[in-house]
């Protein structure tokens, strides 16, 4: 099939999509192979994942890597994982998987974020698994990662956030919160409400919003929920339009709730991670990778978990919390015969992989099957109730570097500006983004 080629380098997310679209329109490779083969006759599986090698994660990864080798020792096939950081404020993981795309180098099977699905299954990176992978196993993932009705991608682990809060500052302003459940969620105005009261105790940050976080996708994963949580939508279900949905009422309403916070000084752009983490600060929105951070970080303010908790996303018209992890994939490479990436991405996405892996990064398991007896009230309970109750995915969309680019700018320029405003004007160069895309397509 002929393909167009996109040229130039492209590094900021929002150029990164049409650099996919247009990559899925060049030539492919026709070669067959099933891989490299190493100076010792073993069948190379390679494998790209997006941390540090010395994180947590990254040995988790590479402890499931070796542990495959060593199943596979007979079978002459080896997997050889390649570690490149997503760094915050920098899309280093991303570039390089445009560049391989458009070089035909890339390994065999990668890890992606959720939320890239149809953006990377429209540009030909990934391949279809959909017969990979039968019914019952299907089944036992909270989410899959689909697009246009086939299968794509398989999570590592499941990701929800919350609020985490420190019981001393709310003992001290009088603040009861037991009652605010993921069954029973706080509204918009009680959220405001625990605030004030942070706020006239003499808690200079009520809440930590992560305003500042908006160089990469942190604060699109931690804030979209709140428009949801309006009744607003971003895009239409075929994800190509945004005027009158990015810019619609019950939209503003979503983005109005955060802005109220700013103007009443209850959050600020200049709130600082430690704030919280040394005890100064009443609430921080983060995900489940904080949990373990707490419990072994910052100890001096959080001696104990009868020092901090969790609370589930407040509602406004509905209740929504964000969902949508990492995963695994195999990609559209010049390795047609994928018997092995099929075998290392089932031994990777296993319920034995999914325990270890969510053991050490403090993440919710990816498979239902993997219990992990969370008591009932824990941080951990909350999130797994978030997901399974109230979880709302990101737009699936193939413009959604585009979309979650124009997202963080919204949030940056609430600050000065009226929400309205910032609304229209970021729908319109959004939309004019999207409208590239449809062309392309």
């Not at 542990?67 to 490149?84: E, L």
């Not at 499941?158 to 009652?179: D, R, T």
């Not at 109230?390 to 979309?403: D, I, L």
Request: hydrophobic share 35%; charged share 20%; proline share 3%.
């Amino acid at each position: 099939m002929m393909k167009k080629f996109w040229k130039g380098f492209m590094t900021t997310a929002a150029a990164l999509a049409l650099t996919f679209w247009a990559a899925a329109c060049r030539s492919g490779n026709d070669d067959t192979d099933q891989g490299e083969v190493d100076t010792d006759g073993n069948t190379i599986v390679s494998i790209m994942f997006h941390v540090d090698s010395k994180s947590a994660e990254g040995r988790a990864y590479q402890k499931r890597v070796d542990a495959f080798n060593a199943a596979y020792k007979d079978k002459k096939v080896k997997a050889s994982a390649r570690f490149i950081a997503r760094t915050t404020g920098a899309t280093d993981y991303e570039t390089q998987l445009g560049n391989m795309l458009n070089e035909g180098t890339l390994p065999d099977i990668i890890t992606f974020d959720a939320p890239n699905c149809a953006s990377y299954a429209n540009a030909g990176l990934l391949y279809d698994i959909t017969s990979v992978i039968d019914d019952e196993t299907k089944n036992d993932f909270l989410s899959l990662n689909e697009y246009q009705g086939k299968l794509y991608g398989l999570p590592i682990q499941e990701s929800s956030a919350g609020f985490y809060y420190n019981k001393a500052l709310f003992s001290k302003a009088g603040i009861n919160v037991e009652n605010y459940t993921v069954d029973n969620p706080w509204t918009f105005d009680q959220f405001k409400e625990v605030c004030k009261k942070l706020k006239d105790s003499g808690v200079s940050t009520p809440v930590n919003m992560r305003l500042n976080s908006t160089t990469d996708e942190t604060a699109t994963y931690l804030l979209y929920p709140f428009v949801y949580a309006a009744g607003g939508e971003f895009l239409s279900d075929d994800g190509l339009t945004a005027t009158g949905y990015f810019n619609s009422a019950a939209t503003q309403s979503g983005f109005q709730f955060i802005k109220d916070l700013i103007v009443s000084g209850y959050t600020s752009y200049s709130a600082t991670d430690e704030e919280f983490f040394t005890g100064k600060s009443g609430m921080y929105l983060s995900a489940g990778w904080t949990i373990p951070d707490i419990d072994n970080k910052y100890t001096d303010a959080f001696p104990s978990r009868d020092s901090w908790g969790l609370l589930p996303y407040p509602k406004g018209t509905a209740a929504a919390s964000a969902t949508g992890s990492w995963s695994f994939a195999i990609t559209d490479n010049h390795h047609t015969d994928k018997t092995y990436s099929k075998e290392l991405l089932l031994w990777l996405t296993s319920t034995e992989s999914s325990a270890e892996i969510t053991n050490a990064t403090g993440m919710i398991p990816a498979r239902k099957s993997v219990e992990k007896n969370y008591a009932a009230g824990s941080p951990e309970y909350v999130l797994r109730q978030q997901l399974e109750k109230t979880g709302k995915a990101r737009p699936a969309t193939v413009g959604y570097p585009q979309f979650s680019s124009a997202f963080r700018n919204v949030i940056y320029e609430l600050k000065d500006n009226d929400v309205a405003s910032v609304l229209n004007n970021k729908t319109a160069a959004l939309q004019l983004e999207l409208d590239k895309l449809k062309k392309l397509g």
